[in-house]
Nanobody, 123 residues
Framework: QVQLVESGGGLVQAGGSLRLSCAASGRTFSRYVMGWFRQAPGKEREFVAAISWSSGSTNYADSVKGRITISRDNTKNMVYLQMDSLKPEDTAVYYC????????????????WGQGTQVTVSS
């Protein structure tokens, strides 16, 4: 099992940057594919980015490509989401998630979830 705790959210102006962090517990963190999802008010949870256990493979939603970078540090049990050139439409609660199998963009395929961190981008 793994427990996930997100941090780093906040209020930022459009064009600004934020770096989200996700701290994971558990000795087998390096075996998990890690993902970031987000959910805006009144909308379904949507995929943002995912990274393989070795960091050798990453996937991004088309809406964030070129602006957002996912990374991980298995020595620290940490996953990061560097968000640049933020837009008001990036406003959402951002969730860190983990799954034990291969890369996936589907929220329903992730086994473990954090509680989320709010990101608000003002125009």
């Amino acid at each position: 099992q793994v427990q996930l705790v997100e941090s780093g959210g906040g209020l930022v102006q459009a064009g600004g940057s934020l770096r989200l962090s996700c701290a994971a517990s558990g000795r087998t963190f390096s075996r998990y594919v890690m993902g970031w999802f987000r959910q805006a008010p009144g909308k379904e949870r949507e995929f943002v980015a995912a990274i393989s256990w070795s960091s050798g493979s990453t996937n991004y939603a088309d809406s964030v490509k070129g602006r957002i970078t996912i990374s991980r540090d298995n020595t620290k049990n940490m996953v990061y989401l560097q968000m640049d050139s933020l837009k008001p439409e990036d406003t959402a609660v951002y969730y860190c998630a983990a799954r034990t199998r291969g890369m996936s963009n589907g929220a329903h395929e992730y086994n473990y979830w954090g509680q989320g961190t709010q990101v608000t981008v003002s125009s």
